[in-house]
């Protein structure tokens, strides 16, 4: 967890100044080298520091990769960002090749290999164009849109809807001078932006809450009657599930009200288990048990899935990186308090549950405290407001969706 507070901070302070790809692409690196360095580690030592880039590579990524999608989509489809992907089939996965390769130094080297892949595709991947156009630079900003339109198979857009898309972004300069000032989180907390302190301050309260339910509940699995195998199967499964209906439950809620709502039921479930395990005896009733701690999981999915599109929506570009980077720092943090109020649970099963409900209710409340993002126009840049006209996004927009979507996302911006 000290390597996922770190990579937090680290990689999405990096994605800001040198771009969402070439940093996206460097924790995956990190990751593998931790990885392979684990799995040859001699003694506890080296094999603690191996896990710690481990960690930090892993955590990097998921913080970049939510902001790095979220910035390619128009307003309508962001929610897939925080949603898609094979988390939960990945979990599902580890189960079963633990179970055939229980030996843990091997098992290192099977789940690492798949990193060993990711530079195949490295240069298919394009650059963010926001960040792209935030930092002003034009000339890679065209080659990303006509390769985008390359792909689509669409007519590569015009030099000069670039230029206005520029010019807008950055009226004060000339396309080819604009720059943006390096920001670092120093600079993140003593800005006289007073809304983007508090959005980090509610957010990173929010993801706190959030992950202890989230961790608490998957280091919690060892308490729980049953093959070890199946449970790892089951917190797969739930997570499957619960962020693809994630995207169900944003479709038709706020992000505000879609985070506080998933979250209470999840606290219901907490509470529920907690009286289980002061009233029944858990060796007579585990199904029951279980099905609890696994719907309070799924509740927690679809939370972490709203609360990471609302803090993509809520900063601007010029610090989208580092804020998602201290949402995800909190998210370590709780993870460390999760994992410590599940050891207790060794000794009285219920403290766990009734100390994950009582933090999960005071997070949920700071979702309140949020501006909505849901249909709102992305900021570009701090103290800049929402643009509604001509935007990178837009464009990309008209190159992506099909000839009856696009006057739909023609007056709707990222």
């Known amino acids: 967890m000290a390597g996922m507070l770190f990579g937090n901070l680290y990689a999405t302070q990096t994605s800001d100044w040198y771009g969402r790809k070439y940093s996206t692409f460097s924790t995956i690196l990190v990751c593998a080298l931790g990885s392979a360095v684990a799995a040859v580690a001699p003694n506890p030592y080296i094999y603690a520091v191996a896990r710690f880039f481990c960690g930090a590579g892993f955590s990097g990524y998921l913080s970049i990769s939510a902001i790095y999608t979220i910035e390619f989509m128009p307003t309508k489809w962001r929610m897939l960002c925080g949603a898609v992907g094979p988390f939960g089939e990945a979990t599902m996965s580890l189960a079963l090749i633990a179970y055939y390769i229980p030996t843990w130094r091997y098992l ?7 990193l060993l892949l990711t530079p195949l595709i490295f240069p298919f991947v394009p650059e963010s164009p926001r960040w792209l156009l935030q930092k002003g630079k034009t000339d890679d900003l065209v080659k990303v849109l006509t390769y985008i339109a390359k792909i689509n198979k669409c007519p590569p857009i015009e030099l000069e809807t670039i230029e206005k898309i520029v010019a807008k972004a950055n009226p004060t300069r000339k396309p080819t001078d604009v720059k943006e000032p390096r920001l670092n989180f120093f600079d993140f907390a003593k800005s006289k932006n007073k809304e983007i302190r508090m959005k980090a301050i509610c957010l990173m309260a929010i993801f706190f809450a959030f992950s202890i339910i989230y961790f608490g509940l998957s280091f919690n ?11 790892l199967v089951f917190l797969g499964f739930v997570d499957s599930v619960g962020f693809k209906m994630a995207i169900f439950v944003m479709g038709r809620l706020s992000r505000r009200l879609a985070v506080f709502l998933s979250m209470t039921i999840g606290v219901f479930f907490l509470v529920v288990l907690a009286i289980f395990q002061l009233t029944l005896d858990v060796s007579e009733f585990s199904t029951l048990f ?6 309070g999981k799924f509740s927690s999915a679809i939370t ?3 609360a990471r599109a609302l803090a993509g929506e809520s900063f601007p570009t010029s610090v989208r990186a580092m804020g998602s980077g201290l949402c995800g720092a909190s998210t370590a943090f709780g993870g460390v308090v999760g994992a410590q109020l599940a050891y207790f649970g060794t000794k009285n099963p219920s403290i766990p549950f009734f100390a994950f409900a009582i933090i999960g209710i005071f997070g949920s409340l700071f979702s309140f405290l949020m501006t909505e993002t849901k249909g709102q126009a992305l900021q570009e840049t701090v103290g800049r407001k929402r643009s509604r006209t001509l935007s990178v996004i837009s464009t990309i927009s008209n190159l992506v969706l099909p000839n ?11």
């Open 108 to 114: 290192t080297w099977a789940t690492m290999t798949p």
């Open 221 to 231: 699995i060892k308490n729980m009657n049953g093959n070890l195998y199946w449970n």
């Open 290 to 295: 279980l099905v609890a701690a696994l719907l």
């Open 304 to 306: 972490r899935s709203a």
């Open 404 to 414: 009856n979507s696009k006057q739909e996302t023609s007056n709707t911006q990222l």
